[in-house]
Protein backbone atom coordinates (compact mmCIF):
# COMPACT_ATOMS: atom_id res chain seq x y z
CA UNK A 1 0.00 0.00 0.00
CA UNK A 2 1.31 3.38 -1.05
CA UNK A 3 1.96 6.08 1.50
CA UNK A 4 -0.02 9.08 1.73
CA UNK A 5 1.72 12.66 0.57
CA UNK A 6 1.74 13.74 4.22
CA UNK A 7 3.26 10.22 5.55
CA UNK A 8 6.23 10.49 2.64
CA UNK A 9 6.57 14.25 3.88
CA UNK A 10 6.70 13.47 7.32
CA UNK A 11 9.44 10.48 6.26
CA UNK A 12 11.42 12.71 4.51
CA UNK A 13 11.37 15.65 7.51
CA UNK A 14 12.30 12.27 9.57
CA UNK A 15 15.24 11.51 7.55
CA UNK A 16 16.89 15.19 7.31
CA UNK A 17 16.31 16.08 10.92
CA UNK A 18 18.10 12.66 12.11
CA UNK A 19 20.51 13.74 9.58
CA UNK A 20 20.83 16.98 10.92
CA UNK A 21 21.55 15.85 14.20
CA UNK A 22 25.84 16.22 14.48
CA UNK A 23 26.96 14.87 18.51
CA UNK A 24 30.58 15.57 19.52
CA UNK A 25 31.78 14.79 22.65
CA UNK A 26 30.97 17.18 25.51
CA UNK A 27 28.26 19.11 23.84
CA UNK A 28 25.56 16.43 24.99
CA UNK A 29 23.24 18.78 26.35
CA UNK A 30 22.66 21.00 22.63
CA UNK A 31 22.56 17.26 20.80
CA UNK A 32 19.48 16.12 23.43
CA UNK A 33 17.51 19.60 22.79
CA UNK A 34 17.64 19.18 19.07
CA UNK A 35 16.46 15.56 19.89
CA UNK A 36 12.91 17.30 21.72
CA UNK A 37 12.82 19.96 19.17
CA UNK A 38 12.71 17.57 16.25
CA UNK A 39 10.34 15.00 18.13
CA UNK A 40 7.75 17.81 18.99
CA UNK A 41 8.29 19.13 15.19
CA UNK A 42 7.65 15.71 13.48
CA UNK A 43 4.87 14.68 15.89
CA UNK A 44 3.10 18.40 15.86
CA UNK A 45 3.76 18.21 19.73
CA UNK A 46 3.76 20.64 22.47
CA UNK A 47 6.70 19.84 24.26
CA UNK A 48 9.08 17.18 24.46
CA UNK A 49 11.68 16.57 27.55
CA UNK A 50 14.89 14.15 27.43
CA UNK A 51 15.27 12.53 31.04
CA UNK A 52 17.81 10.40 32.75
CA UNK A 53 15.95 7.91 35.51
CA UNK A 54 18.09 6.44 37.90
CA UNK A 55 16.94 5.12 41.45
CA UNK A 56 13.37 6.12 40.91
CA UNK A 57 13.80 9.54 40.47
CA UNK A 58 13.99 11.80 37.01
CA UNK A 59 15.88 14.52 35.91
CA UNK A 60 15.34 16.49 32.81
CA UNK A 61 18.26 16.54 30.80
CA UNK A 62 16.67 18.55 27.67
CA UNK A 63 13.90 20.10 26.53
CA UNK A 64 11.91 21.43 23.79
CA UNK A 65 10.79 24.82 25.80
CA UNK A 66 12.32 27.16 27.93
CA UNK A 67 12.18 25.46 32.03
CA UNK A 68 13.94 28.30 32.99
CA UNK A 69 15.16 27.62 36.91
CA UNK A 70 13.13 24.16 37.22
CA UNK A 71 15.82 22.76 34.23
CA UNK A 72 17.90 20.98 36.90
CA UNK A 73 15.17 19.88 39.67
CA UNK A 74 14.78 15.93 40.25
CA UNK A 75 11.35 14.28 40.34
CA UNK A 76 10.38 11.02 41.70
CA UNK A 77 9.12 8.85 39.29
CA UNK A 78 6.37 7.28 41.76
CA UNK A 79 2.91 8.09 40.19
CA UNK A 80 4.17 10.12 37.15
CA UNK A 81 3.31 8.31 33.84
CA UNK A 82 7.18 8.42 32.87
CA UNK A 83 7.65 5.78 35.94
CA UNK A 84 5.16 3.40 33.91
CA UNK A 85 7.81 3.95 30.63
CA UNK A 86 10.81 3.13 32.96
CA UNK A 87 9.62 0.03 35.27
CA UNK A 88 7.62 -1.07 32.01
CA UNK A 89 10.63 -0.58 29.36
CA UNK A 90 8.25 0.17 26.97
CA UNK A 91 6.73 2.98 25.02
CA UNK A 92 3.46 4.21 26.62
CA UNK A 93 0.77 6.23 24.59
CA UNK A 94 -2.12 8.07 26.48
CA UNK A 95 -4.49 9.77 24.38
CA UNK A 96 -6.46 11.37 27.24
CA UNK A 97 -4.68 11.45 31.16
CA UNK A 98 -8.08 12.72 32.00
CA UNK A 99 -10.00 9.47 31.13
CA UNK A 100 -7.29 7.29 31.25
CA UNK A 101 -5.30 7.53 35.00
CA UNK A 102 -4.05 3.87 35.42
CA UNK A 103 -0.57 4.96 34.10
CA UNK A 104 -0.22 8.01 36.83
CA UNK A 105 -0.35 11.44 36.37
CA UNK A 106 0.90 14.00 33.62
CA UNK A 107 1.96 17.47 33.82
CA UNK A 108 -0.89 20.13 34.80
CA UNK A 109 -2.44 21.18 31.02
CA UNK A 110 -1.37 18.40 29.08
CA UNK A 111 -4.02 15.79 28.16
CA UNK A 112 -2.12 13.71 25.23
CA UNK A 113 1.41 11.48 26.79
CA UNK A 114 3.70 9.73 24.29
CA UNK A 115 6.45 7.95 26.50
CA UNK A 116 9.48 6.10 24.94
CA UNK A 117 12.86 4.50 26.94
CA UNK A 118 16.17 5.53 26.49
CA UNK A 119 17.86 1.74 25.89
CA UNK A 120 21.22 1.45 25.77
CA UNK A 121 23.31 -1.07 23.57
CA UNK A 122 23.64 -3.51 26.26
CA UNK A 123 19.58 -3.16 27.13
CA UNK A 124 19.74 -0.90 30.28
CA UNK A 125 16.73 1.83 30.41
CA UNK A 126 18.61 5.09 31.40
CA UNK A 127 15.87 7.54 30.87
CA UNK A 128 12.77 8.21 28.70
CA UNK A 129 11.46 10.94 25.84
CA UNK A 130 8.51 12.03 26.99
CA UNK A 131 6.09 14.73 24.58
CA UNK A 132 2.95 16.44 25.81
CA UNK A 133 0.03 17.69 24.17
CA UNK A 134 -2.39 19.90 25.34
CA UNK A 135 -5.49 18.22 24.19
CA UNK A 136 -6.61 14.76 23.54
CA UNK A 137 -4.88 13.11 20.04
CA UNK A 138 -4.26 10.09 18.94
CA UNK A 139 -0.87 8.27 18.11
CA UNK A 140 -0.17 6.31 15.12
CA UNK A 141 1.80 3.07 14.93
CA UNK A 142 4.75 5.60 12.59
CA UNK A 143 4.55 7.93 15.56
CA UNK A 144 5.46 5.36 17.87
CA UNK A 145 8.75 4.37 15.63
CA UNK A 146 9.30 7.43 15.12
CA UNK A 147 10.03 8.87 18.53
CA UNK A 148 11.53 5.45 19.28
CA UNK A 149 14.39 6.50 16.15
CA UNK A 150 14.90 9.50 18.16
CA UNK A 151 15.24 7.72 21.30
CA UNK A 152 17.66 5.17 20.30
CA UNK A 153 20.06 8.26 18.90
CA UNK A 154 19.63 9.86 22.72
CA UNK A 155 20.05 7.00 24.32
CA UNK A 156 23.45 5.88 22.47
CA UNK A 157 24.63 9.91 23.18
CA UNK A 158 23.87 9.58 26.72
CA UNK A 159 25.94 6.56 27.18
CA UNK A 160 28.90 7.34 25.24
CA UNK A 161 29.00 10.70 26.81
CA UNK A 162 29.19 9.09 30.43
CA UNK A 163 31.50 6.98 29.31
CA UNK A 164 33.12 9.60 28.28
CA UNK A 165 33.10 11.47 31.82
CA UNK A 166 34.42 7.69 32.77
CA UNK A 167 37.48 7.99 30.74
CA UNK A 168 38.14 11.27 31.69
CA UNK A 169 38.27 10.84 35.28
CA UNK A 170 39.76 7.98 34.76
CA UNK A 171 42.31 9.42 32.92
CA UNK A 172 42.91 12.38 35.57
CA UNK A 173 42.65 9.69 38.51
CA UNK A 174 45.81 8.13 36.51
CA UNK A 175 47.49 11.55 35.99
CA UNK A 176 47.26 12.26 39.37
CA UNK A 177 48.89 8.89 40.34
CA UNK A 178 51.42 9.31 37.99
CA UNK A 179 52.33 12.67 39.11
CA UNK A 180 52.29 11.60 42.74
CA UNK A 181 54.53 8.25 41.42
CA UNK A 182 56.98 10.28 39.78
CA UNK A 183 57.08 13.13 42.61
CA UNK A 184 57.99 9.83 44.75
CA UNK A 185 60.26 8.17 42.32
CA UNK A 186 61.91 11.77 42.82
CA UNK A 187 62.01 11.97 46.22
CA UNK A 188 63.68 8.90 46.44
CA UNK A 189 66.01 9.46 44.17
CA UNK A 190 66.82 12.75 46.00
CA UNK A 191 67.31 11.31 49.01
CA UNK A 192 69.93 8.64 47.32
CA UNK A 193 71.88 10.82 45.79
CA UNK A 194 71.90 12.84 49.24
CA UNK A 195 72.76 9.66 51.07
CA UNK A 196 75.23 8.75 48.69
CA UNK A 197 76.85 12.50 49.06
CA UNK A 198 76.82 12.55 52.34
CA UNK A 199 78.21 8.86 52.58
CA UNK A 200 81.29 10.04 50.74
CA UNK A 201 81.47 13.33 52.42
CA UNK A 202 81.75 10.90 55.59
CA UNK A 203 84.18 8.97 54.69
CA UNK A 204 86.30 11.85 53.30
CA UNK A 205 85.70 14.28 56.70
CA UNK A 206 86.66 11.28 58.96
CA UNK A 207 90.44 11.46 57.42
CA UNK A 208 90.48 14.80 57.34
CA UNK A 209 89.20 15.67 60.67
CA UNK A 210 91.32 12.52 62.13
CA UNK A 211 94.53 14.20 60.15
CA UNK A 212 93.60 17.53 61.96
CA UNK A 213 92.60 16.74 65.43
CA UNK A 214 95.77 15.32 65.76
CA UNK A 215 98.08 18.00 65.65
CA UNK A 216 95.22 20.83 67.12
CA UNK A 217 94.95 18.48 70.26
CA UNK A 218 99.14 19.09 70.68
CA UNK A 219 98.75 22.50 69.76
CA UNK A 220 96.09 23.00 72.44
CA UNK A 221 98.03 20.99 75.06
CA UNK A 222 100.83 23.45 74.19
CA UNK A 223 98.28 26.71 74.58
CA UNK A 224 97.28 25.40 77.96
CA UNK A 225 101.00 25.40 79.05
CA UNK A 226 101.31 28.79 79.02
CA UNK A 227 98.37 29.22 80.45
CA UNK A 228 100.45 28.87 83.84
CA UNK A 229 103.48 31.07 82.76
CA UNK A 230 102.89 34.88 83.99
CA UNK A 231 102.07 36.34 81.00
CA UNK A 232 101.31 40.25 80.39
CA UNK A 233 97.93 41.22 79.75
CA UNK A 234 98.20 41.83 76.39
CA UNK A 235 99.78 38.20 75.93
CA UNK A 236 97.01 36.73 78.36
CA UNK A 237 94.48 38.26 75.91
CA UNK A 238 96.07 36.38 72.70
CA UNK A 239 96.06 33.05 74.60
CA UNK A 240 92.42 33.66 75.40
CA UNK A 241 91.96 34.12 71.79
CA UNK A 242 94.21 31.42 70.79
CA UNK A 243 92.38 29.06 72.96
CA UNK A 244 89.01 30.35 71.99
CA UNK A 245 89.72 29.56 68.22
CA UNK A 246 91.10 26.33 69.01
CA UNK A 247 87.79 25.39 70.68
CA UNK A 248 85.56 26.11 67.96
CA UNK A 249 87.70 24.40 65.96
CA UNK A 250 87.16 21.34 67.39
CA UNK A 251 83.77 22.43 67.70
CA UNK A 252 83.52 22.45 64.29
CA UNK A 253 85.40 19.22 63.71
CA UNK A 254 83.21 17.65 65.74
CA UNK A 255 79.86 19.08 63.98
CA UNK A 256 81.22 18.59 60.64
CA UNK A 257 81.36 14.71 61.43
CA UNK A 258 78.12 14.35 62.98
CA UNK A 259 76.55 15.63 59.88
CA UNK A 260 78.42 13.72 57.39
CA UNK A 261 78.25 9.99 59.51
CA UNK A 262 75.28 8.33 58.66
CA UNK A 263 72.48 8.87 61.37
CA UNK A 264 71.67 5.24 63.11
CA UNK A 265 68.79 5.60 65.71
CA UNK A 266 68.46 3.32 69.24
CA UNK A 267 64.74 3.78 68.57
CA UNK A 268 62.02 3.31 71.46
CA UNK A 269 58.55 4.09 72.33
CA UNK A 270 58.50 7.99 73.65
CA UNK A 271 55.89 9.29 75.99
CA UNK A 272 56.97 12.71 74.42
CA UNK A 273 55.24 14.82 76.81
CA UNK A 274 57.14 12.62 79.63
CA UNK A 275 60.27 13.05 77.97
CA UNK A 276 60.53 17.02 77.14
CA UNK A 277 59.61 17.63 80.94
CA UNK A 278 61.99 15.11 81.93
CA UNK A 279 64.81 17.12 79.83
CA UNK A 280 63.35 20.81 80.38
CA UNK A 281 65.43 21.08 83.79
CA UNK A 282 68.71 20.69 80.99
CA UNK A 283 67.22 23.59 78.12
CA UNK A 284 66.79 25.61 81.21
CA UNK A 285 70.81 25.56 82.44
CA UNK A 286 71.89 26.08 79.37
CA UNK A 287 74.05 29.87 79.24
CA UNK A 288 71.70 30.42 75.87
CA UNK A 289 68.69 30.61 78.30
CA UNK A 290 70.05 32.49 81.37
CA UNK A 291 67.69 35.49 82.14
CA UNK A 292 64.97 33.73 79.91
CA UNK A 293 61.59 31.49 80.60
CA UNK A 294 61.55 28.27 78.91
CA UNK A 295 57.58 27.73 79.02
CA UNK A 296 56.19 24.02 78.13
CA UNK A 297 52.77 23.11 77.04
CA UNK A 298 51.99 19.77 77.11
CA UNK A 299 49.65 17.85 75.08
CA UNK A 300 46.15 17.32 76.70
CA UNK A 301 46.78 13.39 75.73
CA UNK A 302 49.03 10.86 76.09
CA UNK A 303 51.29 10.93 73.10
CA UNK A 304 53.74 8.72 71.65
CA UNK A 305 56.28 8.60 69.35
CA UNK A 306 58.66 5.77 68.02
CA UNK A 307 62.43 7.60 68.48
CA UNK A 308 65.74 7.75 69.77
CA UNK A 309 65.85 9.99 72.82
CA UNK A 310 69.41 11.13 72.50
CA UNK A 311 69.02 12.19 69.25
CA UNK A 312 65.82 14.06 69.68
CA UNK A 313 67.59 15.41 72.79
CA UNK A 314 69.73 17.12 70.11
CA UNK A 315 67.35 18.51 68.20
CA UNK A 316 65.64 20.09 71.07
CA UNK A 317 68.87 21.31 72.70
CA UNK A 318 69.83 22.65 69.11
CA UNK A 319 66.42 24.58 68.37
CA UNK A 320 65.92 25.94 72.17
CA UNK A 321 69.39 27.45 72.16
CA UNK A 322 68.43 29.06 68.61
CA UNK A 323 65.82 30.63 70.10
CA UNK A 324 67.26 31.81 73.37
CA UNK A 325 70.08 33.49 71.44
CA UNK A 326 66.93 35.61 69.33
CA UNK A 327 65.88 37.26 72.72
CA UNK A 328 66.50 39.11 75.37
CA UNK A 329 66.36 38.58 79.03
CA UNK A 330 63.43 38.76 80.49
CA UNK A 331 61.27 37.24 77.50
CA UNK A 332 60.03 33.46 77.17
CA UNK A 333 60.80 30.70 74.56
CA UNK A 334 57.88 28.65 74.34
CA UNK A 335 57.80 24.93 73.66
CA UNK A 336 54.28 23.72 72.53
CA UNK A 337 52.51 19.92 71.50
CA UNK A 338 49.77 19.33 70.27
CA UNK A 339 48.83 15.90 68.11
CA UNK A 340 46.15 15.06 65.48
CA UNK A 341 45.26 11.68 65.40
CA UNK A 342 43.86 12.37 61.80
CA UNK A 343 47.06 12.85 60.23
CA UNK A 344 48.76 10.42 62.89
CA UNK A 345 50.78 13.26 63.80
CA UNK A 346 52.43 15.31 66.59
CA UNK A 347 53.83 18.46 66.32
CA UNK A 348 56.71 20.65 68.21
CA UNK A 349 56.04 24.02 68.35
CA UNK A 350 59.26 25.97 69.88
CA UNK A 351 58.45 29.78 69.65
CA UNK A 352 60.25 32.53 70.12
CA UNK A 353 59.16 36.38 70.07
CA UNK A 354 62.55 38.27 68.72
CA UNK A 355 63.52 39.67 65.76
CA UNK A 356 61.86 38.14 62.46
CA UNK A 357 63.84 36.58 59.61
CA UNK A 358 64.14 37.70 56.67
CA UNK A 359 62.38 35.25 53.90
CA UNK A 360 65.40 35.50 51.71
CA UNK A 361 67.16 33.92 54.48
CA UNK A 362 64.61 31.47 55.70
CA UNK A 363 65.12 28.55 53.34
CA UNK A 364 68.77 28.61 53.75
CA UNK A 365 68.96 28.37 57.49
CA UNK A 366 69.22 24.53 57.27
CA UNK A 367 71.63 24.24 54.84
CA UNK A 368 75.27 23.21 55.71
CA UNK A 369 77.48 25.41 56.89
CA UNK A 370 75.13 28.76 56.63
CA UNK A 371 74.81 31.03 59.84
CA UNK A 372 73.53 34.40 60.24
CA UNK A 373 75.82 33.98 63.37
CA UNK A 374 78.98 35.69 63.71
CA UNK A 375 80.63 32.33 65.61
CA UNK A 376 78.24 29.81 64.11
CA UNK A 377 79.42 26.95 62.54
CA UNK A 378 76.18 27.01 60.11
CA UNK A 379 75.87 23.13 61.02
CA UNK A 380 73.21 23.03 64.22
CA UNK A 381 70.00 23.15 61.95
CA UNK A 382 71.56 21.02 59.53
CA UNK A 383 72.24 18.26 61.54
CA UNK A 384 68.35 19.05 63.27
CA UNK A 385 66.70 18.20 60.03
CA UNK A 386 68.52 15.22 59.43
CA UNK A 387 67.65 13.35 62.61
CA UNK A 388 64.14 14.70 62.39
CA UNK A 389 64.19 13.38 58.56
CA UNK A 390 65.42 9.92 59.54
CA UNK A 391 62.74 9.96 62.26
CA UNK A 392 60.21 10.69 59.23
CA UNK A 393 59.68 13.71 60.29
CA UNK A 394 59.72 17.38 59.60
CA UNK A 395 61.25 20.49 60.22
CA UNK A 396 59.48 23.42 59.16
CA UNK A 397 60.56 27.26 60.27
CA UNK A 398 57.50 30.63 60.00
CA UNK A 399 59.00 33.16 60.50
CA UNK A 400 57.13 36.82 60.72
CA UNK A 401 57.10 40.65 61.94
CA UNK A 402 53.34 40.36 64.38
CA UNK A 403 54.02 36.78 65.17
CA UNK A 404 57.69 36.27 65.43
CA UNK A 405 59.92 32.97 64.68
CA UNK A 406 58.65 29.24 65.21
CA UNK A 407 60.16 25.95 64.31
CA UNK A 408 57.89 23.33 63.77
CA UNK A 409 59.19 19.67 64.08
CA UNK A 410 56.70 16.81 62.83
CA UNK A 411 56.58 13.48 63.89
CA UNK A 412 54.78 10.35 63.47
CA UNK A 413 53.24 9.24 66.14
CA UNK A 414 53.13 5.29 66.90
CA UNK A 415 50.67 2.96 65.60
CA UNK A 416 48.54 2.52 68.36
CA UNK A 417 48.27 6.35 69.49
Known sequence: MCCSSGDWQRKKRTLEVLSSLSYRTGEIKRYLQEITLGVSELLELDWSVVTLCQGGFERVL???????????????????????????QQSLVVEDTKTCVDYGKAPEGYRAYLGVPLRTAQGEVIGTICSFHKTPRHFTAEEVQIAELFAERAATAIDNYYLYQQQLQFNHILEAEVARRTEELRAAQTKLVEQERLAAIGEFAACIIHEIRNPLTTMKMGLNFF?????????????????????????????????????????????????????????????????????????????????DKDKLKQVLINIV??????????????????????NNQVYINIHNSGAP????????????????????????????????ETHNGELLIESTVTEGTTVRVHLPLTANC
Open 357 to 388: IPPEVLPNLTKPFYSTKSSGTGLGLAITKRIV
Open 62 to 88: ASSIDLGNSSNDVYSLHGLVTGTVVNT
Open 227 to 307: QRLDLSESAKERLSLALDEASRLERLLKEILLYAKPQSLQLEKIDINQFISEILPSLQGMPEAIGRQIEFSAAINVVQILG
Open 321 to 342: RNACEAIPEGESVKLIIYSDGN
